[in-house]
């Protein structure tokens, strides 16, 4: 019951935290908007009582894992293939030197022991992608280094884990085993890939299978495929916790069976278009809904971490110096391997090396310390300073960017003229509307829904509507097709005329042309389920 009650805690802070963001912030990254919400449910103890202690587990397998499976699907696998040698650079050759540099730097800052300073050294190598589009916002990202940063934080988490279980075990038995950690490094990453590409095409098989049914089972328009859907969404969760129970990386199959899957989507949507178009909405609420909860755990548990006063490393504040000797040794290590090794320019190197964010999986790998023979002191130093560093990850670039990178060009004239272009477009239909034979309910009702596409409906005609639909008698079949004809007709007029101001008078650029036209198309589907469930 807790889990179920801190799911539901967690989706309604994210719901929360995204109204905010788009009604009141909408300048500011909504992963900064979730950690303030985090941090106001952390300081509440009515609230922080809903939430559970984190599992780090948990969140990676049921949270993590599924935003990576979707990252991955956002990404070409060609672009992969054609980025194979600098993702392994990146994510070994870079990891490993991030570590080295960290772990040293600490150990000769701050005196810890070496196995403890590469214990905090391997969980600072993760990055995170979601995180780096909240230092990114409003501004542009170079081509080159926005790929870079994207393919890197897909693959460097399983770095990131071996190079951790490699100092735990340093830290408990007093050596290193090299040839055992590079043996561990091949089968978990190798391993990944392997088992993620297997199940994966096997998946993508068993979906084309069932899509292109002789039986009728999904393959027809006005199937919504729900065995398919269910299927998509058990899909991360079989990947991530069936690789983890076979002891190779989840991460990493979950992120090569996004890949995967990126191409099957490409090739199949028009098999069932319905199932496409859900599929694609879905894929856009769970981003949007996970991504919140990732930013609204840290808040939770950085603030719970800063409250707790059982969490110190006796009464010493040498976390803060380690928090920032983490931070500053992996941003000088980013920018010397890639300006050394990728020869990139110096610029160009920093906004890679800033861009290096640290977010929920670096949280989630401090708290699997716990879990091992780490002394409870040690695992606090750890927590503390972690919980620093993503801090700062995420706040001196958010500074920085705004001196390194262009700002976007925000084309106010183009808002002005979709705006204008939308009202002109609803007056054609309703002109369109006013000609056409009908009663004078069907009038009023498409008048209705088509100032509705514009937002100049009001609560209170919506209400009057709502009243008159739950008064009138049902709709007969002859009744159900002559509205459909009508709505055809007026969408058709609606997108005559913005071909004509598109292709004629060039008035509208390609993109609004498209958005404007796609808003036709949506409000055509609905209309057109309404015909077919009726």
Not at 68 to 79: D, I, K, S
Not at 85 to 92: D, G, H, M, R, Y
Request: aromatic share 10%; hydrophobic share 50%; proline share 3%.
């Amino acid at each position: 019951m807790g889990l179920v009650i801190s799911t539901g805690a967690l989706v309604v802070a994210a719901m929360v935290s995204i109204i905010i963001n788009r009604r009141w912030l909408p300048r500011l990254s909504v992963n900064y908007v979730s950690m303030l919400i985090g941090a106001i449910i952390a300081v509440i103890p009515f609230l922080n009582g809903l939430v559970e202690e984190f599992n780090s587990e948990i969140f990676i397998g049921l949270i993590v894992a599924p935003l990576l499976y979707f990252e991955g699907q956002n990404t070409r696998l060609n672009l992969v293939g054609r980025h194979v040698k600098e993702i392994i650079s990146l994510t070994v050759g870079m990891v490993v030197l991030c570590a080295v540099v960290a772990g040293l730097g600490t150990h000769w800052l701050t005196g810890l022991g070496l196995p403890l300073a590469f214990i905090l050294a391997a969980i600072s190598t993760p990055t995170d992608a979601t995180a780096t589009e909240s230092v990114t916002m409003g501004l542009v990202l170079p081509r080159r280094e926005e790929t870079s940063l994207k393919l890197e934080s897909l693959f460097n988490d399983a770095s990131g884990i071996i190079l951790l279980n490699m100092a735990v075990l340093w830290y408990i038995n007093g050596y290193v085993n090299y040839p055992q950690t590079l043996e561990s490094f091949v089968y978990s990453a190798g391993g990944g890939i392997v088992f993620g590409g297997i199940v994966s095409v096997a998946i993508v098989y068993l979906r084309q299978l069932m899509l292109r049914s002789k039986l009728n089972f999904i393959n027809n328009t006005y199937n919504n495929g729900t065995p398919l859907k269910v299927i998509y969404l058990m899909t991360p969760f079989i990947l991530y916790f069936g690789a983890e129970a076979l002891g190779v990386s989840g991460i990493i199959a979950v992120v090569f069976a996004g890949l995967v899957h990126n191409a099957e989507g490409e090739r199949s949507a028009f098999t069932n278009p319905q199932l496409a178009s859900d599929i694609y909405q879905l894929i856009g609420l769970l981003s949007d809904l996970l991504n919140s909860i990732v930013f609204i755990v840290l808040g939770i548990m950085i603030l719970r971490t800063a409250l707790d006063q059982t969490v110190s490393y006796n009464g010493s504040g040498i976390w803060i110096i380690v928090g920032v000797s983490l931070y500053v040794a992996n941003l000088l290590a980013r920018y010397g391997y890639v300006r050394l090794v990728h020869r990139v320019p110096n610029k160009e190197a920093w906004i890679f090396a800033l861009g290096g964010i640290h977010g929920a999986v670096t949280f989630a790998l401090a708290f699997t310390v716990a879990e091992t023979q780490v002394k409870t002191a040690d695992f606090n130093l750890v927590l503390m300073s972690e919980s620093l560093l993503i801090i700062l990850s995420m706040l001196v670039p958010t500074i920085v960017f705004r001196w390194l990178l262009p700002k976007v060009k925000e084309d106010a004239d183009a808002a002005a003229c979709m705006a204008k272009m939308r009202a002109q477009m609803i007056d054609v239909g309703i002109r369109e509307l006013n000609q056409l034979p009908i009663s004078q309910e069907f009038r009023d009702a498409v008048t209705f829904d088509l100032k509705s596409q514009d937002g100049h409906t009001t609560v209170r005609q919506f209400v009057s509507e709502w009243q008159r639909m739950v008064r009138h008698p049902e709709y007969t079949p002859d009744q159900i097709r002559e509205l459909m004809t009508i709505y055809r007709q007026i969408f058709q007029a609606e997108r005559t005329y913005l071909s004509q101001q598109y292709e004629v008078e060039h008035r509208l650029s390609e993109d609004l042309f498209n958005r404007l036209y796609r808003e036709i198309t949506m409000a055509e589907m609905v209309v057109l389920d309404y015909g077919v469930t009726k």
